[in-house]
């Protein structure tokens, strides 16, 4: 014998996409492309796409956790562009991000202005008392 039998065929390379060497869920390949034909740059770095897709992850994140709460808080276990809204209007950074974006069908936050608002004090009440007593002098 020759030695001249199959030979092991050599194993597949798994193909490693960007976003998982990057460890993040958002698809850096698709980024990166959207960067490339966008025409914001003649040239687009490797690490620009990485970079976006990990901040656009992380405002994701923070945006649905705090939608998340607001949901709770109404007693609702999905999320709804009013939950989105009270999200992002109640937190102080996420409201300058966004202030000038409108969101869908979120309507606006509850606010009442003060001065709208019935005043009722101890004064006045003591100054109906007294009113009555000087009534029933007459």
Do not use: W
Not at 30 to 58: D, M, P, Q
Not at 70 to 89: C, E, M, Q, T, Y
């Amino acid at each position: 014998m020759s030695g001249h039998g199959k030979k092991a065929a050599p194993k597949a390379k798994s193909t490693i996409s960007k976003s998982a060497r990057a460890g993040i869920t958002f698809p850096v390949g698709r980024i990166h492309r959207l960067l490339r034909k966008g025409n914001y740059a003649s040239r687009v770095g490797t690490g620009a796409s990485v970079y976006l897709a990990a901040v656009l992850e992380y405002l994701c994140a923070e945006v649905l956790e705090l939608a998340g709460n607001a949901s709770r808080d109404n007693k609702k276990l999905r999320i709804a562009p009013r939950h989105i809204l009270l999200a992002v209007r109640n937190d102080e950074e996420l409201n300058k991000l966004l202030a000038g974006a409108t969101i869908s069908q979120g309507g606006v936050m509850p606010n009442i202005h003060a001065t709208l608002l019935s005043k009722k004090t101890k004064v006045a009440t003591d100054d109906n008392r007294a009113k009555n007593v000087e009534s029933q002098e007459f």
